[in-house]
């Protein structure tokens, strides 16, 4: 299943534990209600880490520039292959023995990844009226997800043996063919290809409904316009074939015959749909030191009007492809929309797809002004291209040895990749005007080669006054 676990991940000061954490501009896309929790009084060194003295003061204001971060991971692929597939870092192609080897591999198995990047955040957090933030983000998704007949036509292709027969086309190429062809619904029974690409625009505003001594309460909602400029959602369920695609003439798809009422021509990245969401949620913290908070994000649809195809649910037979070359998945998949290749698409006008939905819930303990602990869960609401796969439970912890630093780690599972274990370390400078940090999702990836999962996600023009 397609899964977006980087885009409820990337925000930097934060490895396991977000919803009942996050706040300013880092809320949107988590828990909108934290922005009607301005940030209390926090200690700072002034001026540099190396000066001594110590303020305290509010943060009301945060501003960013490209923040954010990607995860890839597979449960096929050993680390070097991973990165080989994201990177291309060597440049040999497959044996045919390589090639059997792969789709072995790959069956009933697969490789997801996403990014996440805020282009532009900024948020302004007041005490009388709660915060509001406005947002750029590019948000990328995908899922290769194969099982036993996709991963030995994708990596043997002519020479996997449902191909009984050869046969010399007019072009001179030989061709494989079955004596009892079957349709790719029965074939490819388990099998998901998706791929998302949205630009979203939002505002957010969150404001504190209930302030005692000893409780806050604060709502929250976002709405959000996108842009879409890459659907793919191909999925082979319970013997049906459902698959539709609308890509921006960038990728240069080849859709073989087929023609669309919502073709683009050239070769621009323009957008090819449009869409809208909402993001709601609810914190309520207790003695300022435990906070518990729920959201449901992504809540809306995407209307794709420019390229759009379906695909048709016929026999294979006839492949003159001899597979993947290697393990650029990226690369090599496009063939599958091509004339001649794995589907046979028509054209339609628009296709109405919903977006990625899912529900959060957090808990979060400040022990101290150096020590947080918090907890993490997230689950999908549908299925839709993007959609987590299977939910995620995650808990964390920060530990702040010195007024400017922070170090973040903690330790997770779900979300199709297994344990994980993510840590992060961010630094505030010239008395917490300036935030950088780094951190990825799982630092046993260094160590053990299976299941790997790697991911960067970093900040370094994050600024709060």
């Known amino acids: ?90 440049s040999f192609n497959f044996t045919q023995e390589q090639k059997r080897q792969a789709a072995e591999e790959f069956i009933n198995r697969g490789l997801r990844f996403s990014t996440d990047v805020i282009l532009l955040g900024a948020s302004y957090q007041s005490n009388a009226w709660g915060g509001v933030a406005l947002t750029i983000r590019e948000r990328i998704a995908g899922t290769f997800q194969f099982n036993e007949s996709a991963s ?126 909402v993001d709601v949620g609810i914190t309520v913290q207790f003695e300022e030191r435990w906070t518990i908070a729920a959201s449901a994000i992504d809540i809306g649809a995407m209307m794709w009007d420019g390229n759009v195809f379906i695909a048709k649910d016929t026999i294979l037979n006839g492949l003159s492809s001899t597979g993947f070359a290697n393990y650029n998945i990226f690369e090599q998949a496009p063939q599958v929309t091509g004339e001649g290749n794995f589907f046979q698409w028509e054209g339609l006008t628009s296709a109405r797809a919903d977006l990625p939905a899912r529900l959060r819930l957090g808990l979060s303990y400040e022990y101290s002004k150096r020590w947080r602990f918090g907890a993490d869960y997230v689950a999908p609401f549908n299925r839709a291209a993007g959609a987590l796969g299977e939910p995620i439970i995650s808990v964390g912890v920060d530990w702040r040895p010195t007024v400017w630093l922070t170090v973040s780690s903690g330790v997770g599972t779900g979300g199709n990749m297994g344990p994980f274990i993510p840590i992060g370390i961010m630094a505030s400078l010239f008395g917490g005007f300036w935030e950088i940090g780094i951190q990825s999702r799982d630092v046993a990836t260094l160590i053990i080669a299976d299941r790997p999962i790697l991911s960067l996600c970093t900040g370094l023009a994050r600024f709060r006054w």
Not at 12 to 18: D, E, K
Not at 183 to 191: I, Q, V
Not at 193 to 222: F, H, M, Q
Request: charged fraction near 20%; charge should be neutral.
């Open 1 to 90: 299943m397609a899964q977006t676990e980087a885009a409820d991940f990337s925000r930097i000061g934060f490895a396991g534990a977000l919803t009942a954490a996050v706040s300013d501009y880092q809320a949107v896309g988590i828990n909108p209600a934290n922005l009607g929790f301005p940030q209390l009084n926090d200690l700072y060194q002034y001026s540099s880490p190396i000066e001594g003295g110590i303020d305290r003061r509010k943060r009301q204001w945060a501003l960013t520039l490209a923040e954010g971060g990607f995860t890839a991971h597979s449960d096929a692929l050993q680390r070097g292959d991973l990165w080989d597939a994201l990177f291309q870092s060597s």
């Open 152 to 277: 030995r036509l994708a990596f043997e292709g002519r020479f996997f043996d449902y191909f009984d027969s050869t046969a010399v086309n007019f072009r001179g190429d030989t061709v494989g063919y079955a004596r009892n062809p079957q349709r790719y619904s029965t074939l490819f029974d388990g099998t998901r290809l998706a791929l998302t690409w949205y630009r979203e625009y939002g505002i957010t505003y969150g404001v504190t409904i209930v302030n005692k001594d000893s409780l806050r309460v604060s709502v929250g909602a976002g709405a959000k316009y996108l842009q879409g400029y890459a659907y793919l959602d191909a999925e082979v369920r319970s013997g049906s074939l459902q698959a539709r695609s609308a890509l921006s003439p960038l990728f240069g798809i080849n859709y073989g015959k087929a023609t669309s009422p919502s073709m683009r021509m050239g070769t621009g990245f323009e957008s090819v749909g449009m869409g809208w969401a």
